[in-house]
């Protein structure tokens, strides 16, 4: 594990440690990131000293990449379950709280000369190097960012009191352990990760493609694949599988 008290991203970090050969596991956590970054390059807006702020380098088989961000928002989840909060993801990796951020999981995979390797088991034609960002919000304060992250919250918030960080951390690396433990013995998070979707059974519209040439497509969310795609259904019934895009689920009246 590596800890810094500021840095730009931790991603950033962590694809130059992985570059220098560093091991499937390891671990950058930063008190404050100056350019941290969420989905779709956005940004990822924190306080010093406030949250978890971290990104995991692994080095899983290539057949197991798909699983990785659903194991980090169970992850994610796991922390809100052990502070006595009901969390659920936003298909395919927000943790929210009634409707709420709470956390948000990004994910990059690389080969070849960018992916460095450790020389060791965990290298190889068939293994990829992915790095998975978490910035989960601990004492972030959601009334006081109502601009930067509007409709957000923090374990503080829901929890009523002042959260310790460092057994968060604690928290969050031992269920992702547990979690990357289970598929790389041959086991699956999809079953659990689709049991926490709060996506499911709603209707929504995703906005895919790039700024200026993207395309819509609404539907009833029906279900999600074995490989993590959501499943929209339109007015035809027809069924349409959705690897990536922005989702925006339609309130409930």
């Given at each position: 594990m590596h800890h810094l008290s500021v840095t730009t991203s931790t991603m950033d970090v962590a694809w130059k440690l992985a570059r220098e050969g560093a091991p499937d596991g390891?671990?950058?956590?930063?008190?404050?990131?100056?350019?941290?970054r969420g989905r779709y390059d956005r940004?990822?807006?924190?306080?010093?000293?406030?949250?978890?702020?971290?990104?995991?380098?692994?080095?899983?088989?290539?057949?197991?990449?798909?699983?990785?961000?659903?194991?980090?928002?169970?992850?994610?989840?796991?922390?809100?379950?052990?502070?006595?909060?009901?969390?659920g993801i936003k298909w395919p990796n927000d943790v929210q709280v009634a409707g709420k951020k709470l956390a948000g999981v990004i994910a990059e995979s690389r080969t070849g000369p960018d992916a460095g390797s450790d020389g060791g088991s965990e290298?190889?034609?068939?293994?990829?190097?992915?790095?998975?960002?978490?910035?989960?919000?601990?004492?972030?304060?959601?009334?006081?960012?109502?601009?930067?992250a509007p409709n957000s919250t923090s374990l503080a918030a829901e929890s009523g009191r002042h959260v310790d960080r460092s057994h968060v951390l604690e928290t969050l690396m031992c269920s992702l352990d547990t979690h990357?433990?289970?598929?790389?013995?041959?086991?699956?998070?999809?079953?659990?990760?689709?049991?926490?979707?709060t996506t499911l059974g709603?209707?929504?519209?995703?906005?895919?493609?790039?700024?200026?040439?993207?395309?819509?497509?609404?539907?009833?969310?029906?279900d999600v694949d074995s490989i993590g795609r959501l499943i929209v259904r339109d007015e035809h019934g027809r069924d349409w599988p959705v690897a990536a895009g922005e989702v925006t689920v339609k309130d409930i009246k």
């Amino acid at each position: 594990m590596h800890h810094l008290s500021v840095t730009t991203s931790t991603m950033d970090v962590a694809w130059k440690l992985a570059r220098e050969g560093a091991p499937d596991g390891t671990v950058v956590v930063a008190d404050h990131q100056s350019a941290g970054r969420g989905r779709y390059d956005r940004s990822w807006e924190s306080a010093s000293g406030q949250d978890i702020l971290c990104s995991v380098l692994l080095r899983p088989r290539v057949a197991l990449a798909g699983e990785l961000l659903m194991l980090a928002a169970l992850a994610v989840v796991n922390v809100a379950d052990s502070y006595e909060i009901s969390a659920g993801i936003k298909w395919p990796n927000d943790v929210q709280v009634a409707g709420k951020k709470l956390a948000g999981v990004i994910a990059e995979s690389r080969t070849g000369p960018d992916a460095g390797s450790d020389g060791g088991s965990e290298s190889g034609p068939d293994r990829i190097a992915v790095v998975i960002g978490i910035g989960l919000n601990v004492n972030f304060d959601p009334a006081k960012a109502v601009v930067e992250a509007p409709n957000s919250t923090s374990l503080a918030a829901e929890s009523g009191r002042h959260v310790d960080r460092s057994h968060v951390l604690e928290t969050l690396m031992c269920s992702l352990d547990t979690h990357y433990s289970l598929i790389t013995a041959g086991g699956t998070v999809v079953s659990t990760w689709r049991e926490k979707l709060t996506t499911l059974g709603r209707e929504v519209t995703v906005v895919g493609g790039k700024p200026g040439d993207s395309t819509e497509l609404h539907g009833l969310a029906h279900d999600v694949d074995s490989i993590g795609r959501l499943i929209v259904r339109d007015e035809h019934g027809r069924d349409w599988p959705v690897a990536a895009g922005e989702v925006t689920v339609k309130d409930i009246k």
